[in-house]
């Protein structure tokens, strides 16, 4: 009796269910292939996978849907590395808009190398996931679309929440996300796939605080090599004796970004050294006037002076040497301020463990001699506790990232804090520092912590968080790469099991993912785009009504949460005027 071969070698009518193993173990290209039914099509023979965009201010990501990290992520500004916008707009009419104009020119520039550099595919025949933030502006969404829909044809736009999609790509739908980006840090609380928009909260400190701190800290205690005039100079002069400060024209972005990206990193917080400060005051002086203020006192604290010191870097070069005292007398505020950073410098050097690094830079124009480059020296303790700055909390408009999650949970329903504290998502550029979630995590719990009377001086007089106390051993990061084991078995079971995507790109494996599954935002076709087209066609006498620049007014389909309709039972903005009683229409 003749057997049927396992594979066979010869055509037969019988098309097989899936494809055989050996057909597949000969190249992996052939389970991409469109000539096989049972597998997905992919996006180089199809069209079907829509086009998954996530557009920030620096960052671009971009690729197609149902894959597992992006085709190419890209500056938005190759050259200066800066951000296309900011959360300021120009008040005067006429520079407002040559900005509008200037942002348009740099959005179409990157949509169109989204798809002819970076995708090579057709728009025309390309649906579209955009990653939005929920605080991105709505003309910043509504020149996206005018660049999609006008200028590339797309068939629809899908607008996503930026939030949303992070924690459907760790598999929930519920929990607290917090995106740590380059403009700021935004906590938003998800239930059950809705965000809950009223309970957002957010904060400056990211990204963009982050770097201008490393540019001040560089500029006052950073040393700098130029290099030498001649030759024989390198061999003869001591390096010693070359070391000047650091020249504010090599502290370009981009060389800040590679500081940022490839020597930061975070380490635990100082407990005790706190203390100790008042011993490394110099003698002769008030230890009083070193130990290191509140956030709310005059003298200048770090987050302070980090927006405050690229205004006044002349007068910082004239008053501080690399790692001294000012060269000549100051008033009492200026001296209080140096005495304080002196002080917190001297303290992160004894407790500072990190090496100081060499980075070869580009030196100024006048030092530009033909005899190589110049050599940057940053310090090991700016390269562990620069990001101090981002866990520096008290102020009102200012919270630290850890605040801004304790207070997006003081807004959520107290029956659904548990759920949000053991199921908190960290997302971000900012969040990719080595050891950033580990001491979000301490930060949190010491934000919590009761109230002592050493600390006391340093805190509101009122305990802020001791409705969240009990909820402390339910704490969980996801996506906690070292996670501390808690009493909680909720927590346990939580924290560090989210799959291991980095933090910057987990909106884009989300949106990736809602494009697979034919899911997504609020989906805006090109029709009802051209019908609510503001220069509308009268066909009766052909006249053409075009709005005037000033007076435009983004279109209403475009999504906005801010618009959105009032929940029912909500009390109008503008209370209804009784009607007026009989009597008082008679007279």
Known sequence: MSTVPSTPRTKTGLIPAT??????????????????TTTRRHSLYGTEDRVVIDPGSRIWKVGFSGEGKPRDVFYADAKNYGSLWSWSRATDPVEKTEQDN??????????RSVFHESLLAEPKA???ILVEHPLMPLYIKDMLAHILFSNLQVPSIS???????????????????????????????????????????TTPLAGSRFSSHIRALLLLFGSYLPPPATLSAAVNVPAANRTTRVPQEILTDAVIEDIKTCCCFVSDALESSLGDVRTSSPAGEDPSDHEPPPSSDPAMSESEF??????????AESEFSIISHPTHPTSGGEARNENHLQVLANMYMRHSTATD??????PPVSQQTGTGRGTLIIPGWVRERAAEVLFEGGDVDESSVAEVILDALLKVPLDLRKTMVSSILITGGTAMLPGFIPRLHAELLRATAPLNISSTRSRPTYDRYASLRPLVPHFAILNNPSPV????????????????????????????LAGALKTGGVEVAREKWDESDPSQTDQDDDVVMILPTSEYVPRNVIPDWTRGPLPAGAPPAIAPRPPPSPQAVGA
Request: with cysteine.
């Open 126 to 128: 390309r649906k579209v």
């Open 485 to 512: 084991p808690s009493s909680s078995a909720r927590a346990n079971v939580n924290a560090g099991k989210a799959p291991a995507f980095t933090p910057a790109t987990m909106a884009w494996v989300g949106g990736s």
């Open 159 to 201: 607008f996503a929440s930026s939030h949303l999609l992070s924690l459907l790509s760790v598999g929930r739908i519920t929990g607290l996300v917090l995106d740590c980006g380059h403009l700021e840090s935004t906590a938003l609380p998800i239930f059950a796939a809705r965000p809950l928009f009223p309970q957002l909260r």
């Open 102 to 111: 200037m942002l348009a020119i740099n959005l179409e520039r990157c949509m």
């Open 306 to 315: 980090s927006r405050g010191s690229l205004g006044q870097e002349s007068a």
């Open 19 to 36: 494809p055989t193993t050996a057909r597949l173990a000969g190249s992996h290209v052939l389970q991409a292939s469109p000539h096989y």
């Open 357 to 362: 690094l060499h980075m070869r830079v580009v």
